[in-house]
């Protein structure tokens, strides 16, 4: 059984950066495909970006692109968001997913299989 765990969400200004890491324990990221999906309260989960977990191919919102970059560090089997020039419109609880590899991308989160508790990334103006 997979478990994700998700850190470095806080508090920072509008124009500011955070990076997220997202970590797994009982299986590796290199058989997976792995998400970042945000939600805010009375919404779904939306889609940010996913990196397929063997080939670092990555697939990111048109909504952030330019701003945030997700990547993976092979050694540390660590994924990351980085997100650079916040907007308040960023704030939200963020979450880490994965799925099988050989399912290929998606942007749904019912099609994702594990999941972070998530870390709360608030971004004052």
């Known amino acids: 059984q997979v478990q994700l765990v998700e850190f470095g969400g806080g508090l920072v200004q509008a124009g500011g950066s955070l990076r997220l890491s997202c970590a797994a324990s009982?299986?590796?990221?290199?058989?997976?495909?792995i998400g970042w999906f945000r939600q805010t309260p009375g919404k779904e989960r939306e889609f940010v970006a996913a990196?397929?977990?063997?080939?670092?191919?990555?697939q990111i919102l048109n909504f952030v692109k330019g701003r945030f970059t997700i990547s993976k560090d092979r050694i540390k089997d660590i994924v990351y968001l980085q997100m650079n020039s916040l907007k308040p419109e960023d704030t939200a609880m963020y979450y880490c997913?994965?799925?099988?590899?050989?399912?290929?991308?998606?942007?749904?989160?019912?099609?994702?299989?594990?999941w972070g508790q998530g870390t709360q990334v608030t971004v004052s103006s």
């Open positions: 990196i397929d977990g063997y080939s670092h191919t990555t």
């Open positions: 009982g299986g590796t990221f290199s058989t997976t495909i």
């Open positions: 997913a994965a799925r099988k590899l050989t399912t290929g991308f998606s942007t749904f989160a019912r099609e994702y299989e594990y």
